[in-house]
């Protein structure tokens, strides 16, 4: 280009195929910055109470300040011998054949004494991520985990009425990780749930659920932020 121009024409095309990169790698990420007060606490914007059992206490799901958070707050998952979720649909938000892989940040603080994701009867976990979606013969929901017991790469699958409700879950951290210490994970989400079910959901919500009703105990965990992002932004 003469004399360090850039033609007009040029330019233009430079900039739009930068746009279309910027969009083929838009990520969806929540770092629980948009809060709303309710009941002495602060709530993250957009998550609804979901999961909950008659007769159960519920978890508590909150935002406070951390200063060792990348974003410098987090979501807590406080469970006394309860149970439940929050959940965010993100049917227009994220496309898994354009963003597949699920980056997030969490630590546990206290873990469900002698859970074991194994026994239906032990089956308590104090943070886990699940990824579900409406189907035509009842709904289908793929997990990620932190265990107790259950050992680490195990991958499991429980039932709910009668077969309606199925859940293939994937153990990523257990007990062997320190207390208090920040993981960050990576999932490909659309690998695990076509593996899982034989297809990559198009419209799908995302859970956060805390549980230990089983084991009587009570736990905590954080999470830092959980994003959907293109193969090329993995890290």
């Known amino acids: 280009m003469k004399g360090g121009k850039i ?14 990169l910027a969009a083929e790698s838009a990520a969806w990420r929540e770092n629980f910055a948009d809060t709303e007060k309710k009941d002495g606490r602060l709530e993250a914007v957009g998550w609804k109470l979901d999961a909950t ?14 200063e060792s958070a990348e974003d410098k707050q987090v979501l807590v998952i406080d469970s006394e011998k309860a149970t439940g ?36 009867d032990k089956d308590d976990q104090a943070v886990a991520i699940y990824i579900g979606t409406n189907a035509l013969l009842g709904k289908r929901s793929i997990a990620y985990r932190w ?19 199925r859940v293939k879950y994937f153990v990523v951290e257990n007990k062997e990780t320190p207390a208090g210490e ?30 230990s009703q089983y084991t009587k105990t009570d736990t905590r965990a954080e999470i830092d932020y959980i994003e959907f992002v293109a193969k090329s932004d993995q890290k």
């Open 7 to 20: 033609w007009p024409g040029l330019l233009t095309a430079a900039l739009a195929f930068t746009g279309v």
């Open 53 to 66: 059992k008659f007769g159960v206490p519920k978890t508590k799901f909150y935002v406070e300040p951390e």
């Open 85 to 120: 979720c929050i959940l965010y649909d993100l049917s227009d938000k994220v496309d898994l054949q354009k963003t597949p892989i699920m980056r997030w940040r969490w630590r546990v603080k206290t873990l469900p004494d002698g859970a074991d994701g194994r026994d239906e």
């Open 147 to 165: 265990e107790t017991d259950t050992p680490k790469d195990y991958a499991g699958e429980v039932k709910y009425a009668g077969g309606l409700m």
């Open 182 to 211: 920040w993981v960050t994970e990576e999932r490909n989400v659309a690998e695990d749930f076509k593996a899982a079910y034989g297809s990559v959901p198009k419209k799908f919500a995302i859970s956060v659920c805390g549980n």
